[in-house]
């Protein structure tokens, strides 16, 4: 019979590997306990794992697109809103018209009217959300209008020029009182609808662009997802509005002024017409963006149950396995603590 030596250290070193195996495991089982997920999914899937990474890929993507929806619908909510305003303004505006037209306003009243309009238009118009201008098209770090009243203006300045040019003389000069309404409406016709309806707008008005900002709502599908202020309902009120208020001054005849309000009253018209058509547009954008987001939303859920079906661990499990090696570990320690304390000194005393 042969007898076997055993040694403390021997049997610390064994200990001490088996610790640092058991601390390796608590790690891994602590992340899968925290994430619900295998730690390693290379390791646990095997040829697998090219399947779970093509869901997480698409998964990704998913979720990237509906992010961006949401910012993309609170732009066209904010959007909305401000063509809602621009509709009221213009409503009102008719409404003041309308009396003027019926002798129930006066000159004055109508010119105040018509200023205010133009205002509370370039100012809805430069709305901005998060830094970016709503009716800039694709231009959206530029104010995309000029304030007609402002000095300096270029509009202000092409436009009394036009009519300096066209008549000869300036909207106070006493001259204006013989102008007739048949030179009035030719006016309207040559000199001011170019600047407004024609080239002139982005000359002096406008710095926006006709294109639109196009967004993908989905894996497949794109809409514009923006308005520019050089739509027509919007040129035709800012028109309608700078014409009564720079018109109607007290030097020009009556007969011209009631050319004045008369076309201005079938601008503001045809204009609401146009924003309640643009109105339109951007609801229906609105809802295709609400569309694409419930269907990739549910598409996540399809690829996040995959995933986790490729992934997934037993919550329970993994704790259990981290309250179990976290035991074993500290009993480990004690009985290393125990075995450094053996000396055949000690025991020979």
């Known amino acids: 019979m042969k007898a076997t030596g055993v040694s403390s250290a021997a049997i610390s070193n064994a200990l001490r590997y088996q610790q640092a195996k058991m601390q390796a495991d608590l790690v891994k089982a602590t992340k899968e306990s925290q994430t619900g997920t295998v730690a390693d999914v290379g390791l646990a899937l095997g040829a697998r794992t090219t399947q779970a990474v093509t869901f997480q890929r698409d998964l990704d993507r998913l979720n990237g697109i509906v992010d961006s929806n949401a910012l993309v619908s609170a732009r066209l909510t904010s959007t909305q809103d401000s063509l809602g305003q621009i509709a009221d303004t213009a409503q ?38 998060n830094g970016e201008y709503l009716f800039a098209g694709t231009n959206t770090d530029v104010k995309p209008i000029d304030d007609f009243n402002a000095a300096g203006s ?3 300045a092409a436009f009394d020029a036009a009519f300096s040019s066209y008549f000869g003389f300036a909207q106070t000069d006493p001259a204006a009182a013989n102008i007739t309404a048949a030179q009035m409406d030719d006016f309207i016709t040559t ?4 600047q407004f309806l024609g080239a002139g707008w982005q000359a002096n008005w406008s710095s926006a662009t006709d294109d639109q900002i196009t967004s993908r709502i989905s894996l497949n599908e794109t809409t514009q997802t923006s308005v520019s202020a050089n ?11 700078a014409m009564v208020s720079s018109l109607l001054t007290g030097n020009i ?9 008369g076309r201005a009253q079938t601008l503001v018209g045809e204009a609401i017409g146009g924003i309640t058509q643009i109105r339109a547009e951007t609801g229906i954008a609105q809802q295709r963006v609400s569309d694409a987001s419930d269907r990739m939303k549910t598409q996540v859920d399809l690829f996040e149950k995959h995933i986790v079906d490729l992934e997934g661990v037993d919550p ?5 396995r981290v309250a179990d090696l976290t035991q074993h570990i500290e009993t480990s320690f004690a009985l290393t603590a125990r075995l450094q304390q053996l000396s055949l000194l000690n025991y020979l005393t």
């Open 231 to 241: 739509e027509q309902g919007i040129r035709k009120l800012a028109m309608a509005s």
């Open 154 to 156: 270029p509009a202000k």
């Open 92 to 129: 009102s505006f008719l409404s003041a018209l309308t009396s003027g037209v019926s002798g129930d306003s006066s000159t004055s009243i109508l010119q105040t009217a018509g200023a205010s309009a133009l205002q509370q238009m370039t100012g809805i118009l430069n709305t901005s959300v």
């Open 191 to 194: 000199q001011v609808e170019p």
């Open 316 to 320: 329970s499990e993994a704790a259990t």
């Open 253 to 261: 005849s009556e007969a011209a002024q009631n050319a004045v309000v």
